[in-house]
């Protein structure tokens, strides 16, 4: 970036560029949550069998999350009087910057990252963690006890899985054999069956673990304890309205994507399709750079879906089943993976990673398929009074008084 600036002498060629960076990623966050929000309202309707959004903006109401900012922009914004109102109205912005910072080092393609750095997955995932600190001073700051508590719930969550998180993260950092990202996704070039997941058995698994505890990181069902409206009213950001709340949930969805698009540089080869057998951009130029971050955006906006879906089909856990399903299985099983693909690096002869690495795929690939098929053939609606799945065959109130 700075080389689009040569024209201006040092400092102000890198002062330039940091500003147009920073204009990127800020609009970049800014976009993304509003299209975020909106599908997240359509995916919870489709999960429980409503339209969502249909008015504003057309049959799909393209524009609610338009006019929801509006709203928020326009709303008083309050300061509770017990509240410590400098740490109060910090807090949002401290958590945002920890979401926009870890963009810095996200390589959207080949040569396409705000900053390369040589620990560039140290960094994303350092910055990350830094995120709970706004959490825990609105908080703190909040004059509330409900607030409080939120914050402290998400400081103790945090804090204990970021432990198998990093862990998972080193997993495919000893395949790689460096924390740079963008030489993470070089190596995955090529057909899918190079990506990083499918190099063993430990690497497949942890994508799993690193997604998971990822999830918990970004406060997501069933992990959003910091935020439970069922005893905590709303959690730590109970006292904020207005722009402050707003800046909470650009912060959230900025870094569902960042610990997606990590995991999509980790794991699922980056910005690589899985189909072409060479890096498009050294191929077909400006128009292969516009294929890696079209990819690298999909791969990211699709795992932040699947987030969504799973806050809408899985209950909220407890605070102690929270904590015992990370110290007792995620931590132990994270240990487990990081000394396995350590062994499998020394010890496992070649032709054991070829046939696990296309045999994993290909299976994977076959998965994939036949779910589409079960999807595409499933009846649209079911007769009146009966059921889907495993609740076909179950009498309804419907089937009782009908005499069925």
């Keep these: ?10 400092p102000f060629d890198a002062v330039a560029a940091a500003f147009v960076l920073a204009g990127v990623f800020v609009t970049f966050i800014a976009l993304s949550s509003l299209f975020f929000i909106w599908l997240e309202r359509k995916v919870a309707g489709r999960m429980q069998d409503r339209l969502g959004p249909t008015r504003v903006g057309g049959k799909f109401g393209w524009l609610q999350t338009v006019a929801d900012g509006i ?5 008083e914004d309050t300061t509770p009087t017990g509240a410590d109102k400098i740490l109060f109205k910090m807090a949002p912005y401290l958590a945002f910057c920890a979401s926009f910072v870890a963009f810095i080092s996200l390589p959207f393609g080949n040569g396409i990252v705000g900053r390369e750095m040589s620990v560039g997955a140290f960094f994303l995932m350092a910055v990350l963690a830094c995120e709970v600190f706004g959490v825990i001073l609105a908080g703190y700051s909040s004059g ?3 607030s409080l508590f939120g914050g402290i719930r998400e400081a103790a969550q945090v804090v204990s899985y970021e432990v198998p998180r990093a862990l998972c993260v080193l997993v495919p950092v000893v395949v790689a054999g460096t924390l740079n990202l963008t030489t993470m996704g070089q190596q995955q070039e090529g057909i899918f069956w190079n990506w990083r997941i499918f190099h063993d058995p430990f690497t497949f698994v942890a994508f799993v673990i690193f997604f998971i505890t990822a999830t918990a990181s970004c406060k997501r069902a069933p992990f959003d304890l910091a935020e439970a409206e069922s005893e905590l009213v709303a959690g730590f950001h109970t006292e904020y309205s207005g722009l402050r709340w707003s800046v909470f949930f650009m912060a959230e969805y900025g870094s569902m ?17 899985g189909l072409l057998p060479f890096e498009p951009s050294k191929e077909w130029g400006i128009f ?12 990211g906006f699709f795992l ?14 407890r605070i102690d089943q929270v904590m015992m399903t990370c110290l007792k299985y995620f931590l132990p099983i994270a240990c487990v993976l990081l000394i396995g693909v350590c062994t499998w690096e020394l010890f496992a002869p070649d032709w054991l990673g070829l046939g696990w690495r296309y045999l ?29 799945g495993a609740w076909a065959g179950v009498a309804t109130p419907f089937m009782r008084t009908s005499g069925k």
Aim: aromatic letters at 12%.
């Design 288 to 299: 292969g750079h516009i294929l890696n971050g079209a990819v690298f955006i999909g791969k």
């Design 360 to 388: 994993c795929s290909i299976g994977c690939v076959l998965a994939i398929v036949a779910l589409v098929l079960r999807l595409l053939t499933a009846p649209l609606s079911m007769p009146k009074g009966e059921l889907p």
């Design 144 to 146: 509330s006890k409900w």
């Design 71 to 75: 709203k928020l922009l326009v709303k």
């Design 1 to 10: 970036m700075k080389e689009l600036f040569s024209f201006l002498d040092p």
């Design 304 to 317: 932040v879906f699947v987030m969504m879906w799973m806050r809408w089909s899985l209950p909220r856990l």
């Design 257 to 273: 994507f960042a610990v997606s698009a990590a995991a999509c540089l980790l794991f699922l080869g980056g910005w690589h399709t």
